[in-house]
């Protein structure tokens, strides 16, 4: 039997400089159930996109993926010819980027953008694939779809350049989505729209989703499934509610007291995590990457890398202090 | 408590030109219309609202960055009036402000001391009496003595904004207006930047205007929050009943937009969803301006504009549903709402 949904197993992608290498995503592992709403939490730098990218073979020029399996429905993505990836690119797995005004093509209006995918995928031929776009423009409540699909995306707002990726992301009901920090770059309200729609329409049509953001909130609203980034490695992963409830990693513990909440008291102090992210060449210290700026860190933390352990059903880490 | 800053129906109007040999004027951005609001000594006013909504406007007319078209803006107790450029001069840096990108407004030529020892130029200090200032405020914000001859480019982002709020407090400036200052920071680095306006506030007494799009962290840092929509404040209110008893429709909106990182709490929580996009604010709807938003508009409400109103003790809010409601029964705010499911 074709085990359902991805896999991700031992994913390294690695940048090379001329002295260094920088391992922006060093083997991380994680299964994603057909349906399931997953998200990948960590601060800019993590790797976090870059190991969404390195699913499609997407990774960013001067970067290369090392190792690892991409499992999708039984295929590993990693060993398939750019003419096979590029058939299953845009159709059964999409992508949301984060920034639509770069993503986009700047000299191509959006309507002729989205028709591009029915015209590719699907075989549509020119009229009909305009007259879906214009529907799934409609869809995505995008306000004018006739007027605005004539438009270039300079022209839009970014919340509507948003709505016309997603327009273009689901067109051809995609299995699973990869949305790249979706609504980083609009308003709440827009943000709250775009969301609601996104998973709304991932749940009707069973679309997974990997939902990759920095913001906690929309973690604990949208996703059933959290991962949490640390300097290209995966340090905690589980269920959301149990990950919440129950935080293990230091680092989680205290990313989760760093956020001002709406429902707390004002005027609070915040928890703060000391020192900076790792840099971005990653000259990461031995051990765990987290032990500089940990509370709990202990010779074992400097000399050797924690795995990850099973705590509960749902709910794995890494880190040396919660072993005991 | 007294008041240090009081604005009254600010309005700054941009026009709209076309045309390159002769131009000729086409519209008017309203990017501020008539706001009102006052500071006391020491408070926190958070300013929050979506892109284009004017606060930043707000925020640099009151540093003088932009001459309002019109309206009044008493700072401690003197009219910054008309003559708004002079005028400022004289305010001798009790006035300052802090950036939203600490990328682009250092300057990547001076050194850290340079940088924050810019607003002492006006003053005859030494170099040895100079060099002491910025010492003291380096200490301050928690940067490294030994950074003190670097360049801005060798300073990480958070380091950076603390190099802006250095230079900031080093006239000590009664008022310091923070347009966005940890939103371009990763939440680690946020949370320690929020801790250190707190701290500083506290030791040094002054007072902000805090300008951000985020409500968790405005909420956090403020004593009174403001809400913007359109160049227009719809709603100021104490920062502790924001989320209780938001009055507004769009600040309800707003607040139900803000997920919480809980999820145990995000479940129980009534999500609105506001139809459609923010209007451009050349061609703004008539009346209240949310009211083609609003799924309480009635139909004075594209009528005419509400104006604001003390509709409980110390929370104003211009809206008609409210005010008419208020009168006969009070609404169930959220937080109201969540407290009777966990009782009931």
Known sequence: MIPEGLQVRDLCTYFFGRTSVNKAVDGISYEVRTGEIMAIVGESG????????????????????????????GRDLLRMGADEISRIRGKEISMVFQEPLTALNPIMTIGQQIAEVFQTHEGLDKKEAERKTIEMLEGVAMPDPEKRAKSYPFQLSGGMRQRAMIAMALGCRPALLIADEPTTA????????????????????????ILITHNLGIVARYASKIVIMYAGKF???????????????????SLLKAVPRLDQESKQKLVTIDGQPPPLDHRLPPGCSFHPRCIHAREKCKEEIPAFRRISDNHEVACWFVEG | MDILLEVKDLKKYFPLTKGILRERQIGLIKAVDGVSFTIKKGETLGLVGESGCGKTTTGRCIMGLEEPTSGKIIFEDKDLGSSYGLEFKKLQGRVQIIFQDPYGSLDPRLTAEQIIAEPLMVEKFNHSETREKVKEVMGLVGLDLEMINRYAHMFSGGQRQRISIARAIIRRPSLIVCDEPVSALDVSIQAQIINLFMELQEKLGHSYLFIAHDLSVVRNISDWVAVMYLGKIVEIVRAMELFRKPLHFY????????????PSVEKERQRILLKGEVPSPLNPPSGCHFHPRCWEA???????????????????????????????????????????????
């Open chain 1, 46 to 73: 993590c790797g976090k996109t870059v190991s969404a990218l390195s699913l499609l073979q997407l990774n960013p020029p001067g970067s290369r993926i090392i190792r690892g399996q991409v499992l999708w429905e």
């Open chain 1, 186 to 209: 609009v308003d709440v309200t827009i943000q709250a729209q775009l969301l609601e729609l996104i998973t709304s329409v991932a749940k009707e049509i069973k679309t997974t989703v």
């Open chain 2, 251 to 262: 600040t309800r909106a707003l607040i139900s937009a803000v997920p919480i990182p809980d």
């Open chain 1, 235 to 253: 340090v905690e992963k589980g269920e959301t509610a149990e990950l919440y409830a129950h935080p293990r990693h230091p680092y989680t513990i």
């Open chain 2, 298 to 344: 009635k139909k004075i409400c594209a009528e005419e504009e509400p104006r604001m109103k003390e509709v409980e003790p110390e929370h104003w809010a211009a809206c008609w549903v409210v005010e008419k409601q208020l009168g006969s029964r009070r609404l169930k705010t959220e937080g109201e709402r969540i407290l009777c499911k966990i009782l009931s």
